[in-house]
């Protein structure tokens, strides 16, 4: 018998919200402070700066993700919710978990997103696989399936 049960595709969503609120505003700030003082134009600096909020969000989350103890596979955002991501045999996730979770997640977001056409496809990718935990008997994620993980609840 499994001690948590998988978290609910919202709770997931809320929790990305809150962390997304606070690698944002981050990301805002660093920008602000380094990019923003820089004499380049609109459209560099937009790439410059999602490229900057990718690689925060996905460092943010493998740091999180992979950090010993009780907080192991809890964002400050899953924390607040009380959900964890975990492997599929019970072990708590290492930095290469949590890294491999971020690439397969948002890897092709963050490289397609610079082309405009392929933000969509790579949008695409993000909402299909997450999706998927509508319909998952254990609510998982392809990206949770593909990775041998799951999201439960405290």
Known sequence: ??????????????????DALIVAGSAGVVAGVTVGQADIDDSLMAHLI?????VMWMTYNTLTLSRPGLR???????QLLRIHV?????????VVD??????????????????????????????VMTAAA????GRLTLYDRLLHQKVLGD
């Open 1 to 18: 018998m499994e001690l948590f049960s998988p978290a609910s595709l919202w709770r997931r969503l809320a929790a990305w919200a809150i």
């Open 50 to 54: 999602s490229v900057l909020l990718g």
């Open 72 to 78: 192991n596979g809890k964002t400050l955002g899953k």
């Open 86 to 94: 975990v492997r599929a045999d019970g072990e708590p996730l290492t």
């Open 98 to 127: 949590a890294a491999v979770r971020q690439l397969v997640q948002w890897g092709p977001l963050i490289v397609f997103g610079q082309f405009e056409l392929l933000t969509y496809v790579a949008f695409a990718w993000l909402v």
């Open 134 to 137: 509508l319909i998952s008997p």
